[in-house]
């Protein structure tokens, strides 16, 4: 069986993954704060089989990802801390182990508002469009003032 073929571990110490680039959140700037990430699988060799990409984020005390909506779904698991997610009108508390399903097209953020990181598990397809930052004029009609619109980190 070639190298292409072969399962692997990866281990965690401390929320981080030896072996495996600490990066920047998104290589644009943007409107984020405190954020960095871990491409765990998916894209690196030997992954072609793999639909998806499994990536971890790690969200500082205070800051937030990026505001931002695309026409792919995407799942979160929170493995570390707490804080609170945006999904279009609507403002959950994140706690350790709750999950979260963004359909397409929902406006969302992660915020580490929480006075605690905010750690969490993220898998998106492989192939997906690119985000969308919502104007303005999206935000006023599509959360109006609600608690989400004033929550919005930008």
Known sequence: ????????????SDYTF???EQKKYK?????????SRFALLGSGEGEEALNFHTRYFEIEPG???SLEH????HTVVVIRGKGSVILDEEVAEL???????VAPGTIHQFQADRDDYLGFICVVDRYRDRPEIPS???????????KAHKKLKK
Do not use: Q, W
Not at 70 to 73: L, M
Not at 95 to 101: A, F, W
């Open 70 to 73: 695309h026409r792919h779904p």
């Open 136 to 146: 303005d004029e999206e935000l006023s009609h599509r959360l109006g003032t609600t």
């Open 63 to 65: 800051g937030y990802s």
């Open 18 to 20: 030896p072996g495996i």
């Open 27 to 35: 290589e644009e700037s943007g409107h984020f704060k405190a954020v």
């Open 1 to 12: 069986m070639g190298s292409s073929r072969k399962s692997k571990v990866i281990l965690c």
């Open 95 to 101: 706690n350790l182990h709750d999950v979260v399903y």
